[in-house]
């Protein structure tokens, strides 16, 4: 056990690299398993070109980690699926999944004046 260990840490991280290395590239639109069938059409979310346009050099802007209610902006945890931390339904200080992503995204077009706020322009058809 206490040789296996390490090594099954390491491919876990291997794995996570990897997946790191390659997904997030190819993303265009955000349809998070979690929310099931969605209503509106997937939001439009082209991962890097959308930051390399706003500037969004630091992953931890987005992926924050946190626990038992409180966000913790020093810990980054890009590749954790937001769902993994945000419930459906929100319970006690858990911001549910659909407001985590309304308010992460929204906040910050608002903040900088610029980027979608209109229902239409992040679900487009
Ligand atoms: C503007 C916000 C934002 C920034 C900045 C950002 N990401 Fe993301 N990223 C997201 C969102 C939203 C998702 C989808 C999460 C989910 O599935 O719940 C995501 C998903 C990912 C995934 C998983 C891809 C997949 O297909 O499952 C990886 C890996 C990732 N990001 C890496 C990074 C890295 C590395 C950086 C910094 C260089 C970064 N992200 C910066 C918002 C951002
Ligand atoms: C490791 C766990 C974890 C992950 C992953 C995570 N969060 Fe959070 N987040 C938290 C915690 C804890 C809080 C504080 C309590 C709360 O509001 O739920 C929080 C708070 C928030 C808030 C409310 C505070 C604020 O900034 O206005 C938003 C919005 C948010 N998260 C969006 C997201 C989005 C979008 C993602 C995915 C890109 C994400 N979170 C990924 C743990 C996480
Ligand atoms: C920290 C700030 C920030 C966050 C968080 C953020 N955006 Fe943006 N977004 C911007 C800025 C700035 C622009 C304008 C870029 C430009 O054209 O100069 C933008 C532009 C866009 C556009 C216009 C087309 C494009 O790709 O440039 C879409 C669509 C968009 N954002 C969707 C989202 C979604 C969906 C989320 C949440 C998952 C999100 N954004 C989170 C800052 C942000
Ligand atoms: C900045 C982009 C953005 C804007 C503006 C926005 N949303 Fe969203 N919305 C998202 C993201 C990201 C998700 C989570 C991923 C997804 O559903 O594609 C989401 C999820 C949802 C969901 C849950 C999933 C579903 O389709 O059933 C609903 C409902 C929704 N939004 C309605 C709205 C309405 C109504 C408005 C206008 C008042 C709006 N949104 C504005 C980005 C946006």
Redesign the pocket.
């Known amino acids: 056990m206490k040789r296996t260990l390490p090594l099954l840490l390491l491919a876990a991280l291997s794995l996570a690299c990897v997946q790191a290395a390659f997904s997030q590239q190819d993303m265009k639109v ?1 349809a998070p398993a979690a929310l099931g069938k969605l209503t509106r059409p997937a ?4 991962h890097d ?2 930051n390399e ?4 050099d630091d992953c931890v ?2 992926h924050h980690g946190g626990a038992d209610g409180k966000q913790d902006k020093s810990v980054s945890t890009e590749g954790t699926p937001c769902a993994d931390c945000h419930k459906v339904k929100s319970v006690g200080k858990n911001t549910g999944l659909q407001r985590a ?1 309304h308010k ?6 608002k ?2 004046g ?3 706020v209109a229902c239409g ?2 679900h ?1 058809r």
């Open positions: 955000l939001a439009q979310f082209n070109p959308h346009k706003a500037k969004l802007i987005c992503y992460q995204c929204i906040d910050c077009h903040a900088k610029k980027g979608p322009q992040c487009k």
